[in-house]
């Protein structure tokens, strides 16, 4: 048996049967958290996150973790025995990490393309532009974190958007700027410090990858996923408004931000007019009565999910892989069904 079969028919079947299977079940949970009409839609973002993500990270992280765990301490001697009657030189679970690793790294190229930065520009406008952003945030308590870290930039189409991974900044188009007041200005740039605390461009790239590595996957979570990002936009309005945004002047500048097929995916303007009017009624009737912080989220995103993955990376190594034996030795038996 050549050894490319469990690495890249194991792959396959992580890809179509397993990865699938794990969408499912989030589906499930979605599901029952999004009919949930006591917390209404901004009700457990943080929990339906985990969900979205972890459908796809934790099996690959599991996989991954086992199967270099198994190159390195043979404890795959049964399913190498079956295959080669020895289990002295069993590389296929290293190679299996690797291609699959591989897989990972191919699929997330698309999404990380998308998710780059505009490009910054040194123009007189946009020079004049940065003295008229640092004087509104110099004004504002809330938006003094964003003091360095506001960007000017004259690429076509672009509005408002946070980009950047570790340290998010906050891209302004001359164009956009050009059109809105400075009260509508600092409105928007409330609702992204929002996303730059939160490190919603690393939360977002890294929810993008799990549903672009999970292909079968992607169309049972999309819908979801879709409604999480409304509804985290949503939930940035508020906290903005909360902390001192006026709600009116915001409204008008997510309408003026927002055009189809905009390419930055943590941005101010919506693209979808359902989740426009959401948005816009939300913050009119903000404007007569002031939001509070009614909806529990629960635990950070961050620290939840880093501690779901640790235990995803270190669970082969205490527990065993006795599943991803089953999956070496189910490949190379299909495989020699398949050849008689």
Do not use: H, Q
């Given at each position: 048996m050549i050894e490319a079969t469990f690495p890249l028919l194991g792959v396959a079947f992580v890809a179509l049967v397993v990865?699938?299977?794990f969408a499912l079940?989030?589906?499930v949970g979605l599901v029952m958290l999004e009919r949930d009409e006591v917390g209404g839609p901004l009700h457990g973002l943080n929990l339906r996150y985990v969900l979205l993500s972890g459908s796809s990270v934790l099996p690959i992280a599991w996989l991954l973790s086992a199967g270099l765990h198994q190159a390195e301490s043979g404890t795959s001697a049964h399913a190498c025995l079956f295959d080669h009657e020895t289990s002295e030189l069993c590389l296929e679970p290293g190679f299996f990490s690797l291609v699959l690793?591989?897989?990972?790294?191919a699929s997330s190229f698309g999404t990380m393309w998308r998710h780059r930065a505009a490009?910054?520009?040194s123009s007189d406008a946009a020079h004049a532009l940065l003295r008229r952003l640092?004087?509104?945030a110099?004004?504002?308590p809330v938006l003094a974190s964003l003091r360095?870290?506001?960007v000017v930039t004259d690429d076509h189409g672009f509005a408002l958007g946070t980009h950047g991974l570790l340290r998010p900044r906050v891209f302004v188009g001359t164009a956009f700027a050009g059109r809105v007041s400075d009260e509508m200005l600092a409105s928007a740039l409330g609702h992204e410090a929002q996303h730059v605390r939160a490190l919603d461009p690393l939360r977002y790239l890294i929810l993008r990858v799990a549903l672009g590595v999970n292909p079968v996957g992607r169309a049972l979570l999309e819908p979801h996923f879709a409604r999480w990002q409304a509804a985290r936009e949503a939930h940035c309005d508020r906290e903005a408004v909360i902390l001192g945004a006026a709600p009116l002047p915001l409204a008008d500048a997510i309408v003026i931000a927002a055009r189809p097929g905009a390419r930055e995916p943590v941005a101010l303007g919506a693209r979808d007019t359902a989740v426009l009017k959401f948005r816009i009624g939300m913050l009119l009737a903000f404007s007569e009565q002031a939001p509070t912080r009614c909806c529990h989220q629960g635990l950070s995103t961050f620290p939840v999910a880093m501690v779901l993955l640790l235990v995803a990376l270190l669970l082969p190594h205490h527990t065993g892989t006795a599943v991803l034996d089953l999956l070496h030795?189910?490949?190379e038996r299909a495989l020699t069904y398949f050849w008689r």
């Open positions: 990865l699938p299977a079940l989030a589906k690793a591989v897989f990972v790294v490009r910054a520009s640092d004087r509104i110099s004004n504002d360095g870290r506001i030795t189910s490949t």
